[in-house]
């Protein structure tokens, strides 16, 4: 089966067809960094990781890009309350990034371009959009992209552009007139300095750029005029997405993306709210990743956001996150018990189902899923399936050492796509069930003289850190909790 991928330019699925053979060219919107990340951008950010990581396993080469976007009036605005650079500002937040990516089993992109670092690009792509005739400077050293000179405005968004907002980013929520403007529509691409604000200087003077040129020219430098996939969350849409259209076809008269992906909002349920809200800073209904990831680990923040399909609107909820946690230890404890199974199951007889088959039907089950727009929620129910029938394998002592060392490997491949399991790699799991076996046995052989203090001790102190042990007629098993 082939990849098929929802284009938000086309409104369908279509088969994912690359400009050049083995090759993905992939541009993800990233953060402005004027504060730490929250859960929705955690959802980007965890989509996106997962179509690298299933395309990567697919064969393709990816070049994958994320911007960070240093320049920006939250940025100036947070800077100078705090009496720093806005730059240091910015500095300070991607290290945080970073630290709050790898709390997400966040894999790094190829290329982490700052707007700060990219100011001769993108005056540079200012100048070339002015010569195309779809810019014009004005008397305050500021340029605008006129948009009434472009006949497809509104492609991406499907909006027509006499219904449209001003689209130029404001500050507050309030509208500013600019007697500038030939047209209220038209946006800035180039901003002209105000007191006290970080500036460069340019043919026009001194400013700044404007918001979408910066991921046009990043774009451009980094991966061409035409890229495979471009990336972000719905509400990048309009206006920021149909601008980075108009900006860089303006100036190279090519398509930018052949595929257009946007992954739905994380919502919010609370007091006061008559219904649900996008999470976001400027509505104050956010969560952090560094606090969320207090509480829960990595395999079930993933989990949480992959058992949904990217697009589908998500709610979020502590309870919601409990009950994906209670969810994933059911596969968690499969993974576990085959590996012991692997080692300590039947040799196999003539009877026995040695599961060939199974594996090869479940194996082709989840790839189908992903092929089909990277259906992570189809994907996992598939693994629950395989969990049920390997389970099933087990308690009926059908399933052979080798049938379950081949599940283990299979789970570990589904795995190294999805990220979901606390600990990937047999070895390091066969080294905590040797581990657990000795404690079992000590726990046992402490039974039989009688200390049953410290028997008990052993099992209070693993349930304290999350493995539970069983009694049974056949003596004790361990599961994590």
């Known amino acids: 089966m082939s990849l098929f991928i929802h284009n938000t330019l086309t409104n369908s699925k279509e088969e994912f067809v690359t400009s050049e053979p083995g090759k993905v060219k992939m541009y993800v919107c990233g953060v402005t960094v004027y504060d730490d990340i929250h859960m929705g951008h955690a959802r980007s950010m965890i989509v996106f990781d997962t179509v690298a990581r299933y395309l990567r396993y697919s064969g393709y080469e990816v070049t994958h890009v994320t911007n960070f976007t240093d320049v920006d009036d939250k940025i100036i605005k947070r800077a100078a309350e705090r009496g720093i650079d806005p730059l240091q500002l910015s500095s300070q937040y991607i290290e ?48 605008y992209f006129s ?77 061409g005029d035409t890229i495979d996939i471009h990336g972000g ?81 998500l709610e979020y909820s502590e309870q919601i996150l409990e009950e994906s946690r209670t969810a994933l230890s059911r596969l968690v404890n499969n993974y576990t018990d085959l590996i012991r ?13 040695d599961c060939c088959d199974s594996v090869e039907m479940y194996k082709k089950a989840f790839m189908d899923s992903m092929d089909d727009d990277f259906n992570t929620r189809a994907a996992i129910e598939t693994m629950f399936q395989m969990a049920r029938f390997t389970n099933k394998g087990m ?3 059908t399933l052979s050492r080798a049938a379950a060392g081949r599940f283990v490997r299979l789970i570990e491949e589904f795995n190294s ?31 039989k003289n009688k200390m049953y203090a410290y028997a008990d001790m052993i099992r209070d102190r693993l349930s304290e850190s999350g493995i539970r042990l069983e009694d049974s007629a056949d003596g004790a098993v361990w599961k994590k909790i």
């Open 96 to 143: 945080k990034y970073f630290e709050d990516a790898k709390k997400l089993g966040i894999g790094r992109a190829d290329i982490y371009p700052k707007a700060s670092e990219c100011i001769g690009d993108i005056i540079s792509m200012v100048q070339k959009i002015i010569d195309s005739g779809y810019g014009y400077a004005t008397p305050d050293g500021s340029v």
């Open 147 to 223: 948009v009434r000179k472009v006949e497809e405005y509104g492609k991406l968004s499907k909006r027509k552009l006499d219904d449209m907002r001003q689209s130029e980013r404001i500050q507050s929520g309030q509208k500013i007139l600019d007697e500038n403007k030939q047209d209220p529509m038209d946006f800035a691409i180039w901003k002209a300095a105000k007191p006290g604000e970080c500036s460069w200087d340019s043919p026009w003077g001194k400013g700044r750029p404007g918001w979408h040129i910066e991921c046009s020219a990043m774009i451009r430098r980094f991966l």
């Open 233 to 313: 969350g719905n509400d990048l849409v309009f206006p920021h997405h149909e601008n980075e259209i108009l900006q860089s076809e303006a100036v190279t008269g090519k398509p930018l993306s052949r595929y257009w992906m946007h992954n739905g909002m994380l919502i919010v349920r609370g007091r006061g709210m008559s219904e649900a809200e996008k999470m976001s800073k400027s509505k104050g209904n956010f969560f952090t990743v560094k606090e969320v990831s207090e509480k829960f680990d990595t395999g079930t923040i993933r989990f949480y956001f992959l058992n949904a399909h990217y697009m589908s609107e």
């Open 341 to 353: 199974w692997s080692g300590n199951g039947p040799e196999g007889t003539a009877g026995s189902d």
């Open 395 to 397: 308690k009926e002592a």
């Open 417 to 447: 796509i999805l990220g979901i399991l606390p600990e990937t790699g047999s070895g390091n799991s066969e080294l905590l069930d040797s581990v657990m076996s000795i404690l079992i046995d000590l726990r046992a052989e402490l039974r």
